[in-house]
């Protein structure tokens, strides 16, 4: 019958709208923003940059490669490498972003420079409460403002933060045991070459 949709969709209403005086669980509105309804484990807004560390500069882990630079699809990050190089997490030197700029009035909060990171160093932010009067300035966030511990990625995204820092020490440890290997190998083959020139007669 035409309209029976619209009656059984206003009998739900009526069930939550009545029952919510007797059931905490249906109610669904908070009063924002006194009140915050806790924000889902995906839930995403616009991308930041992850340091380890106590130092945001130092422990930056953005290595400036540029690759999230090229895929942004409305091409709103700006990034100058820097001359100089810092040890990344593993002890390694790496380049660093001198300049790391995300103009937050043009991303369209599509994940993609987070996907296509070798490095784990941006992330989604759930942070939403960011209007602003001036349009240029004020929405154009730089390294230093983009720039969150890793402590607030584990806030935010725990389950998921948990995943990241597992994959890292595991990077580091094969890192670690190819290292080891070859450096093993090597004291192998100059012991095979110090015995070989003693056993060659002169
Ligand atoms: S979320 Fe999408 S639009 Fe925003 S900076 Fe990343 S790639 Fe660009
Ligand atoms: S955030 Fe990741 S992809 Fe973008 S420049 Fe830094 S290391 Fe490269």
């Known amino acids: 019958m035409i309209g029976t949709g619209i009656l059984k969709g206003m009998a739900v209403t009526l069930r939550n709208f009545a029952g919510s005086y007797f059931e905490k669980e249906r109610l669904t509105t908070v009063q924002y923003p006194e009140e915050r309804s806790p924000l889902p484990e995906n839930y995403r807004n616009f991308p930041f940059l992850i340091y380890d560390t106590e130092d945001a500069a130092a422990g ?3 290595v400036a490669c540029k690759i999230c630079e090229k895929e942004c699809p409305p091409q709103c990050i700006y990034i100058v490498k820097s001359e100089d190089k ?3 997490y593993m002890g390694k030197p790496q380049f660093y972003p001198a300049v790391f700029d995300i103009d937050i009035s043009v991303c369209m909060s599509c994940q993609i420079c987070v996907e296509v990171c070798p490095f784990e160093a941006i992330k989604m932010d759930k942070e939403f409460e960011l209007s602003k009067r001036e349009r240029f300035d004020n929405l154009l966030f730089r390294r230093e403002q983009l720039s969150k511990s890793n402590d607030y990625y584990h806030k935010i995204h725990p389950v998921e933060a948990a995943a990241v820092d597992k994959n ?5 440890a094969a890192a670690e045991a190819k290292k080891k290997a070859a450096a093993e ?3 192998k083959a100059a012991a095979a070459k110090t015995a070989a020139a003693k056993t060659t007669p002169a």
Do not use: I, W
């Open 86 to 88: 810092k040890p990344d």
């Open 185 to 187: 190998a090597a004291a």
């Open 60 to 62: 930056l882990r953005c």
């Open 168 to 172: 890292l020490a595991d990077a580091a």
